[in-house]
């Protein structure tokens, strides 16, 4: 751009005539698996006004991601692991159909370490990897937490059988401990969760 002063129009806008602006966009995401049910405007949140006085009312509408609210196929048309994360989220509820996507997107087979972080922290997954990794096998994290959630299952019915059979608390520990080959330590904070 040539060096020149302003006009006296110009001056007090700091722009010239010849300036253009960049549009800004805000988009807002919902990290939730239920549908967006709110508004997504402000005249929607506006209550009892005559349209005399809407039509001159600015609005402002709400540039919303919902993965709730979004098909498969739209989620499917994001070029970064926000498409990963905003599956994750949809089918976060629904196990099995959660399987078959990570089976079906080649990107949960190394899915960015911060991606899979979000993935935790919204769904509340809790994924186990190592601190240092910098991709995740999320299908892998899945099996894990499908065998972690057995296994869980399994002691939580052992801890109630030996508590029907009037088997004391450190009996019960010392049991769930030699049958699942956990320390006592570790048999007890699992006893400790099914005992009450």
Known sequence: MESRGFSQDEY?????????????????????????????????????????????????????????????YEIGEFQSSLKEVLLYIKYSKD????????????????????AADVINAVTNSKSQYQKEQEAVDVCMALEEMKMDSKREGEIKGSVETYKEFHCSLQDT??????????????????????WK
């Open 95 to 114: 196990k099995e159909k959660l399987q078959e996507v990570t089976q079906k997107y080649k990107n949960f087979r190394s899915l960015e370490r911060q």
């Open 12 to 72: 007090l806008s700091r722009f010239y005539k010849t300036d253009r602006l960049l549009p800004v966009m805000t988009l807002t995401v919902f990290y939730s698996a239920e549908e967006w049910d709110g508004p997504l405007t402000l005249r929607e949140m506006y209550s009892g006004l005559e349209d005399a006085v809407m039509q001159h009312v600015p609005d402002y509408r709400v540039n919303l991601i919902a993965p709730g609210n979004m098909t498969e």
């Open 173 to 194: 520990v010392q049991r769930i401990a030699e049958k699942f080959s956990l320390s006592l330590q570790k048999s007890e904070e699992e006893v400790e969760k099914y």
